[in-house]
């Protein structure tokens, strides 16, 4: 076992630059990872608050935000309509790319791929430090928008042309919508590292009798996700490059002829629009899928582990993953259906948008059946789990009336639109977040987070998602568009102040609740209580090692696998939970895996030394 | 019982139960296999809006008039060619042969340098009739706009090539690689050639 002890003192040899700064470990990466993204997460959300700020009270005076953001305020405390917007485009952008993908892959995958696979490490432990450092730099270029001539992009985080592609079209369509496609690119190739080492891991580094079937979800779920990025971020980088020429070395793939801005006619001609909107949504779609399989797949460990109860449906659960991601990359004229398409070409698309339902609807099915007469204890991470399946629910309903191209017609653009991927994409997924932190928590930093806290932060924040983003649907219904700097502006619009001063205000609350999370996650950080191994009574690998794991893992010998992740309450067991480290001859294997093959009675041959890899 | 007892046997030591690698294959080629699946995406990303631009056009200029196809064939004969020496030098490190791989990587390496000239010798000669990015002298300015990204993207893909090929020679020469290092260089290589394939037939003659 000199792997295992060179490992060990590897880990004292190191100072602390290679240790925590330029860690090439996986658990520090992904904490790293996490850590950023939070930090991210609270810009994006003090964003969304300008947001609901201006459209609860449009024209309002805030002397206080001024301070805060001296430039995007006129004298009297006015926000500026071009701010608004930059701050809509910056909201979209940090939350999607920054948070939630950086957070849910990046932070979950790292930390937890090596851990519940029985991995010492990711299989090119470099490259992996090599794409979390590159989110800094990407963080960097991004936010320093907010400080150049014109500010941050107007255009959305869709970043159609020719607002994003003529640099006068709009003030922040100057050196600021450069910044943001450059640090874009550099997250594109942050995300390629991150991706090939995910596959690779996943597929190579399983340690014996983890079989692909014997997986858990949560790994299915980011190692689908990672193949979805490996194939859908490269489109996007593709068009990056043919819109940062367009803006800067005089190409015109995305304008089109005859454009008048500013009172002169420009001088691209030809291009063609529509083409950034085809190859952004080919990268777009299967995006929403990277933020909500990772979620998909805590939530199945975490209904498992905290309901005591085989998750219901394995295969099938794998199943619909794997058609989810397959999907994911037909659907994305959805998107486009006023844009200016063929008639026949967005019923195609909208088939293969309700086929999505389907492994939607089994998965939803599978976790409420997982439920059923399960005994659920209601930790925090629990409560959010079960707070995912409601949020996805309802955004999910919403998803089917918006895959119709005669319905989305009349709600494309409006607040139903943001109603809907707020619930099923943004909630959902940053449920997925919160239940996931509460529970690998303590293996993460080897304490408890408070419970009493927890659950509170849980109320306060379903209880404000749904207040907030609920009457976003009747807002759009009533045809109140988004991105607009003012609806009141409009006469037909003037009757909806009271409700959108109530989401605000519902959204202010939102935003407050999120104070006892990052007070808790902090104390918790110093002061909780110290972790056993195993608080939850959990199956999966990563429970079976240290609170937090050493370096290398798992000690000398790399741990051996004999059954599935979800033997709960087994009949005649002594415990209600038997980890996958058990052999069948201990207690008899319960649940099925997908190669049933697997499934038997009798005793392993102990691990043998030298059969592990570095 | 006896028969679950076999049948575990075989799981732990099946290609995908774990503990093993399912295609055999070390990591470092498996994630060379993976990027190169990433990086098709984006050639069909280039491809695909080239393809899309010049059909919403309706119409674009006669390649004929414009290019030197006997110039460019030449290149693509060389390219390929170079694929061909590059098999040779994998073939020879996995036998062991070692005097064969080092010239026959250098044999590579002519082969792309010689399609890089070819290539800086056409975008001079188109550069010098008046092609720019923004506008040409047959009309259509996406015609060159999409000629320069594309051929460049693939040019700096074989920069990129000629110098691993340098480094791999290198290291072959100092024994520090495995041949299976060789045969992930080649991998890139063969690549890169046959996206130049797509992209000789999309451009040039269709």
């Known amino acids: ?614 | 019982m006896a028969h679950d007892a076999v049948d575990q046997e075989q799981a732990l030591a099946s290609d995908w139960g774990g503990g093993g690698s399912p295609f055999a294959v070390g990591w470092p080629k498996l994630m060379m296999w993976l990027f190169l699946v990433s990086d098709t995406l984006t050639f069909a990303g280039l491809l695909a809006g080239y393809g899309v631009v010049r059909i919403s056009l309706g119409r674009w200029p006669d390649r004929t008039q414009v290019f030197n196809l006997y110039l460019v064939g030449a290149m693509t004969f060389i390219l390929i060619c170079s694929s061909a020496t590059m098999a040779v030098a994998v073939s020879a490190a996995k036998r062991g042969d070692h005097r064969r791989v080092i010239p026959y990587l250098l044999l590579t390496v002519l082969g792309g340098l010689l399609f890089l000239s070819g290539q800086a010798y056409e975008w001079t000669h188109f550069i010098r009739e008046g092609a720019r990015l923004f506008g040409n002298p047959w009309g259509i300015p996406q015609f060159s706009a999409t000629f320069f990204i594309t051929t460049g993207f693939h040019g700096g893909h074989v920069t990129v090539g000629v110098l691993y090929l340098l480094v791999t020679a290198l290291r072959w020469a100092r024994r520090s690689i495995q041949p299976e290092s060789v045969e992930i260089t080649g991998l890139y290589w063969h690549f890169v050639d046959l996206v130049w394939v797509f992209i000789f037939t999309l451009l040039y003659l269709i």
């Open chain 1, 1 to 614: 076992m000199a792997v295992a002890h060179g490992a060990v003192h590897e880990e004292h040899r190191l100072g602390f630059i290679r240790r925590y700064i330029f860690s090439q470990d996986h658990k520090i990466i992904g904490i790293q990872y996490m850590m950023t993204s939070l930090f991210m997460a609270a810009v994006g959300g003090v964003l969304a608050m300008l947001i609901r700020m201006e459209l609860g009270w449009p024209g309002g005076h805030w002397g206080v935000a001024r301070w805060l953001f001296p430039g995007g305020f006129s004298s009297d405390g006015v926000l500026k309509p071009d701010f608004y917007l930059a701050v809509v485009t910056m909201h979209g952008s940090i939350m999607i790319f920054f948070v939630l993908t950086t957070a849910l892959s990046g932070g979950f995958g790292n930390f937890l791929i090596p851990l519940t696979i029985g991995a010492r490490d990711m299989a090119f432990p470099f490259l992996n430090m090599l794409s979390y450092w590159l989110y800094p730099p990407a963080i960097v270029v991004l936010l320093s928008s907010f400080f150049v001539a014109g500010g941050a992009p107007n255009s959305g985080w869709t970043a159609y042309p020719p607002l994003s592609a003529l640099r006068n079209a709009a003030p922040g369509s100057g050196l600021g919508q450069t910044l943001w496609l450059v640090s874009l690119a550099i997250l594109i190739v942050s995300f390629l590292f991150g991706s090939l080492n995910y596959i690779t891991t996943v597929l190579q580094l399983r340690t014996r009798g983890m079989s692909m079937g014997r997986m858990p979800l949560v790994t299915w779920a980011q190692f689908t996700t990672a193949i979805l990025m490996l194939l859908s971020f490269p489109v996007l980088f593709a068009a990056v490059v043919m819109l940062l020429f367009d803006r800067h070395l005089g190409t015109s793939f995305f304008v089109p002829s005859g454009l008048v801005v500013g009172g002169q006619l420009v001088t691209h001609q030809g291009g063609n629009p529509l083409l950034w909107q085809h190859l952004f949504w080919f990268l777009g779609h299967p995006e929403v899928y990277v933020l909500i399989l990772p979620p998909m797949g805590i939530v199945s460990e975490i209904l498992a582990v905290h309901g005591r109860k085989p998750i219901f449906g394995y295969k099938a659960m794998v199943a619909s993953i794997c058609a989810i991601a397959f999907l994911s990359f037909l659907v994305w004229g959805h998107h486009m259906i006023v844009s200016g398409m063929n008639p026949l070409v967005g019923t195609a698309f909208m088939v293969t948008t309700l086929a999505i339902a389907i492994p939607s609807a089994i998965k939803t099915f599978n976790w409420v059946a997982t439920l059923w007469r399960a005994r659920i204890h209601f930790t925090p991470a629990m409560l959010f789990a079960i707070g995912f399946v409601s949020l996805f629910i309802t955004g999910g309903l919403t998803g089917i009336f918006l895959g119709s191209p005669a319905v989305d017609t009349y709600f494309h653009d409006t607040f139903f639109i943001v109603a809907h991927f707020h619930f099923v994409m943004a909630s959902a997924a940053l449920f997925g977040l919160f239940g996931g932190l509460y529970h690998w928590f303590p293996k993460m930093f080897g304490r408890m987070m408070d419970e009493r806290l927890g659950k509170m932060h849980f109320w306060l924040t379903f209880v404000g998602i749904y207040a907030t983003f609920f009457p976003m649907h009747f807002l759009g219904m009533a045809g109140e568009p988004r991105r607009y700097y003012s609806p009141q502006m409009y006469d037909f619009l003037r009757g909806l102040a009271g409700l959108n001063m109530f989401v605000s205000v519902a959204a202010f609350g939102l935003g407050l609740a999120q104070l006892i999370f990052i007070y808790n996650f902090l104390r918790s950080l110093f002061r909780g209580p110290k972790a056993e191994r195993n608080p939850w009574h959990a199956n999966t690998l990563e429970w079976q090692t240290e609170s937090p794991p050493p370096h290398g893992n798992w000690g000398a010998i790399l741990p051996t696998v004999h059954r599935w992740p979800y033997d709960y309450s087994v009949p005649d067991a002594m415990d209600d939970f038997i980890p996958q480290t058990v052999p069948a001859a201990a207690v008899p294997v319960a649940g099925g895996a997908l190669d049933d093959g697997l499934q038997g009675g009798a005793v392993d041959e102990p691990p043998v030394a030298g059969s592990e890899r570095t």
